[in-house]
């Protein structure tokens, strides 16, 4: 076989038989940011009209399904985290009939379409929170978490139920004078907590899911979903004394979150919930684990069918042993009935080419021979991609002056000065760049974020064709990986695990990869191993420096990889 270039696999339609009730396990996921794909009306901001217009780029790099985050209205003030009603969509992206044409669109391409419902809170313009913000009675008195203070202080104010801190800076706690108690919010004080302990609230949420599968959606990301159940009686968390402990910045990092988070009541609402998708067959979920603890936090709530981002690979630096320890923690953890996931970016960190050159390990490496080689490790190891808009170019963050922050907590630690400030979440959500053109070929008026500084070149258009670049590197991955059970639901093996290459082996039911990565900028001997057949040497499938290469390679043998190469290869 020849190795894979840029070509396209054949789009599936939904219904197709082989692709099946399983296809989140076999399949990649993109997410869109939907403010920064694609503007269709002149405001600079993203919206529906434009993602159904760039469903075909996504069907032709070969992705399965696409996750949007928020589309609900919003407020904004966590940028569409920040729900004011969860069954509606917000004026900047469309209307309804905008949606339903998008879900429409991208199932008539063999697309599918994941919602991103966040249901830990929702904004203070909630009308659920509105009613019960007025008093202790009426149709929505608990429907989220309030408690009467735990006392007075030295000047005569109410003192808060207990220690708890905000994730983004301050108090988990605010005063409402109406009722006289406080309430609960793990997030901004705008993003008051619901209360899942209280029926109505389970139901009401249960109908609004209902809702969204009966228009066609085809799974959802659950945002902070481990943050759903706080302990019943609200204890104080301990605090972390030793400051090598602390994982990150402000007092909410400086305790044990024993009592906010990860409760047992989530293994039962879990069940509940995927019952309720399962009304439908073939619908995925995917929770978000936050503030976690890895695959270790992640496992007690990965449930049949119901993925967990653990944030492993977004988490690992860029090194061959690092790479290899996370690939074997997550495939010792993921057994049986569960499945990992694979990310390497997000709408919350840094952009990988960004992140990783800026890492401890190592700089200056080069931005596409980097994006190339972390492609291979994100679509041929074992679980599944989920890969986020711009990182098929190479995308990296966007510089935005202090002056001009919209993310909340990064302004908020700005002007509060705090000791260590919040990462400006605004760097990794810039608008897609399409063409080198004035706006990109994003927008026709003025972006609401600066594109990344290097856009006029890197850009979709100017990759497109090219079967060197970043784009032609995602298209022949997703394809091979498509073509080839091995890479997508094969067992996974070490063969090599540093100091310079990690090498990794694929196999299901007698298909056989082995892939490797040269993590070090220079060039280094690597070893093969045999292929486990007599005299059949190793087919080269993808290399990143050499896109169309295909002198077969020796086994066992010695091969010199080329700084950051990648490789995939088969027995001839
Ligand atoms: C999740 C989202 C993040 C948001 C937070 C609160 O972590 O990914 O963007 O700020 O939840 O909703």
Not at 12 to 32: E, I, K, M, S
Not at 239 to 266: C, S
Request: net charge negative.
């Amino acid at each position: 076989m020849s190795a894979v270039t840029a070509a396209h696999a054949p789009a599936l339609t939904v219904a197709d038989p082989t692709f099946g009730d399983d296809w989140w396990q076999r399949g990649v996921v993109y997410q869109v940011y939907p403010r920064s794909l694609q503007d269709t009306d002149g405001d600079g901001v993203g919206d529906l009209p434009g993602i159904t217009r760039r469903l075909e780029h996504l069907r032709d790099l070969g992705v399965d399904a696409v996750w949007l985050s928020p589309i609900y209205p919003s407020p904004g003030l966590d940028v569409g985290y920040d729900v004011a009603d969860h069954s509606a969509v917000d004026p900047t992206y469309g209307t309804m009939a905008d949606f339903d044409a998008l879900v429409a669109a991208a199932h008539g391409m063999g697309l599918r379409v994941i919602l991103d419902l966040v249901m830990n809170h929702t904004s203070d313009q909630h009308r659920w929170f509105t009613e019960s913000r007025r008093s202790r009675t009426g149709e929505y008195a608990d429907w989220y978490i309030w408690r009467d203070p735990s006392g007075v202080d030295r000047r005569g104010r109410p003192r808060p139920p207990n220690d708890w801190q905000s994730f983004f800076g301050g108090p988990a706690w605010t005063w409402e004078p109406a009722r006289e108690q406080f309430y609960m919010h793990t997030f901004l004080v705008q993003q008051p907590e619901l209360n899942w302990r209280s029926p109505a609230v389970r139901d009401a949420q249960m109908t609004m899911i209902r809702g969204w599968l009966d228009r066609g959606v085809d799974g959802f990301r659950l945002d902070v979903f481990n943050a759903f159940f706080k302990h019943a009686d609200l204890p104080d968390n301990p605090p972390i004394r030793d400051p090598r402990r602390w994982h990150g910045r402000g007092a909410y990092f400086r305790q044990e979150h024993l009592y906010d988070k990860d409760q047992p009541e989530l293994h039962d609402w879990l069940r509940e919930f995927r019952a309720v998708v399962d009304e439908r067959p073939g619908r995925m979920t995917v929770g978000e684990q936050f503030s976690g603890t890895g695959v270790t936090g992640a496992l007690p709530f990965v449930e049949p069918r119901h993925l967990v981002f653990d944030f492993r690979t977004i988490e690992t630096p860029w090194s061959a042993a690092a790479w290899a320890e996370s690939q074997r923690v997550q495939d010792q953890g993921y057994v049986g009935d569960t499945w990992p996931t694979l990310v390497l970016s997000n709408h919350d960190r840094s952009r990988q080419v960004t992140r990783l050159r800026e890492g401890r390990h190592v700089r200056g490496l080069d931005q596409d021979a980097l994006a190339k080689a972390a492609a291979v490790l994100l679509l041929a190891s074992r679980g599944t991609p989920f890969l986020y808009y711009g990182e098929e170019i190479g995308l990296g963050d966007s510089a935005i002056p202090r002056r001009d922050i919209v993310d909340p907590p990064a302004r908020q630690s700005l002007l509060q000065r705090l000791w260590a400030p919040w990462w400006n979440r605004d760097q990794c959500r810039g608008p897609m760049p399409w063409t080198g053109g004035t706006g990109r070929g994003f927008t026709t008026g003025r972006p609401w974020l600066p594109f990344a500084s290097d856009s006029g070149t890197r850009n979709v258009a100017g990759q497109d064709g090219d079967p060197r670049s970043v784009l032609a590197t995602y298209r022949a991955l997703l394809a091979l990986r498509r073509a080839s059970p091995a890479l997508h639901v094969g067992a996974s093996a070490p063969v090599a695990e540093g100091p310079d290459v990690y090498a990794w082996r694929r196999e299901h039911d007698g298909e056989v990869f082995l892939c490797a990565v040269n993590f070090t900028d220079r060039e280094t001997a690597f070893t093969l191993p045999g292929t486990g057949g007599e005299g059949r040497a190793w087919q080269v499938r993808y290399d990143s420096v050499d896109p169309v290469r295909t002198e077969p390679l020796p086994a066992p043998g010695s091969v010199a990889m080329r700084p950051l190469e990648a490789l995939v290869l088969e027995p001839r």
